[in-house]
Structures are given as structure tokens and as C-alpha cells.
């Protein structure tokens, strides 16, 4: 079965930037849509950003003009690029692929951003 794992995640001034990555194993095919989920505490996880396997994006309204979603079908990865960060910004986030009809998650990294 799939596994995922993030990395990327720390803490930064407001303004600055992080580069968040997310490599999936034991896919014998390109995952049809990978993404990332983010959660603040007593707030629900909500959806940052997602791409299909043929590229086409989709962002959350705060974060649009600010991340950028890519992925190297290659190796089943996929990176969030995080710019002008905000505190609103600061959460948990979770790494996301569906893959045969199946959702996996990876156990996620932190992300702070200071004011």
C-alpha cells in the first residue's frame, strides 16, 4: 500500500517561505491526485491545495497567489512551495493521495509562522 512522507516543515517570520515535500512508495502507478490538508488546533482540516497527474491545480482561497503545487510523476512526489507566509498559515499539514479510489495520508509536519 502507499506511504507517505513530508518534510519541509519549521518556522518562519511572517513573509518568509517553506518548501514542503511529500514522496510516496509502494505505487505501481502515477497516484491519480496527490495534495495537501492542513489543521490548526480546535480548527478542522481543511484543504490547501491538490493536482492531478495530468497537472491540473486546485487552492484554497487564502493561499492562492501565495503557494504554489507541484509534482514529479516520476516518483510519485509532490511539493508544496509556500510564500509570504501569514500566522494564519501556521498548522499541521498533511500530506494527501488518492490512489485507486483509496485516500492515504502521512502523519504530517508542523509549519509556524511568527508575526
Known amino acids: 500500500q502507499v506511504q507517505l512522507v513530508e518534510s519541509g516543515g519549521g518556522s518562519v517570520q511572517a513573509g518568509g517561505s517553506l518548501r514542503l515535500s511529500c514522496a510516496a512508495s509502494?505505487?505501481?502507478?502515477?497516484?491519480?491526485?496527490m495534495g495537501w490538508y492542513r489543521q490548526a488546533p480546535g480548527k478542522q482540516r481543511e484543504l490547501v491545495a491538490t493536482i492531478s497527474s495530468g497537472g491540473s491545480t486546485n487552492y484554497e482561497d487564502s493561499v492562492k497567489g501565495r503557494f504554489t503545487i507541484s509534482r514529479d510523476n516520476a516518483n510519485n512526489t509532490v511539493y508544496l512551495q509556500m510564500t509570504s507566509l501569514e500566522p494564519e498559515d501556521t498548522a499541521v499539514y498533511y500530506c494527501?493521495?488518492?490512489?485507486?479510489?483509496?485516500?492515504?495520508w502521512g502523519q504530517g509536519t508542523q509549519v509556524t509562522v511568527s508575526s
Open positions: 509502494g505505487s505501481g502507478f502515477i497516484i491519480n491526485r
Open positions: 494527501h493521495a488518492l490512489y485507486w479510489q483509496r485516500n492515504y
